[in-house]
């Protein structure tokens, strides 16, 4: 490949990649969090931005918590054991009642909804759900590594030497398992993030800390949902 090709093909996944309503929800994530960071809570632009980001990414979700509604009524996967069945469940209601909260939420803060103190009351309740899911999708994930790794080790034992690194099958699932790591500090973090947003410990949880951890996960986010590159063929 020439280099115009290169530069096409990295466009073409850039252009791709901003396609995506959510990556531009998080690109914005990484924006307010950033600005809470900067701000340290205290009043001057850093905290004008992270505010009006905040309420712009409100726009990004609108109907989003039908993606959760729909998976909270799926069956789940032959197989899944019933306790993180439940947990799965259970994350999907949470989300779910979060991104429907979070809509009146934005139509109280922009004006629409004229009761601000209702308002506010569901704002908490919002974060209170957002971090019950990521409660629950942390012990998914580590439940989900857990079988990974045990079933990875049994494929291990059927190997000689680096044989496993050329079984397709034993990569897939080494993959996976990479992933859901990542996929699990960024939850674990996210809990830290929204204690800090309910100021359930702002001691230690302050606005600085919370600005941080929450550009933190902002970032993996972004990494998480890069598309996948083109293989380039060798001559």
Known sequence: MTTLDLTRAELALIVLYLNKAEARDKICRAIQYGSKFVSGGQPGTA??????????????????????????????P????????????????????FLFLDQIVWLGRS????????????????LFCWLGSSVCTTAVEISEIGRLSSSMKKMEKEFKGDEKHHDEVYRAKLQKSNDRTLALVKSSIDIVVAIGLLQLAPKTVTPRVTGALGFTTSLISCYQLLPARPKVKTP
């Open 78 to 97: 032959k197989g899944t054991p019933l306790p993180l069945a439940l947990l799965g469940k259970s994350k999907n209601a949470l989300l779910s009642t």
């Open 111 to 126: 004006g629409i909804y004229k009761n601000k103190e209702r308002t506010e009351l569901l704002g908490r309740i919002s």
């Open 47 to 76: 905290q004008i931005v992270d505010k009006n980001t905040s309420l712009a990414r409100k726009v990004f979700r609108l109907f989003k918590f039908v993606n959760d509604f729909h998976g909270l009524i799926s069956p789940v």
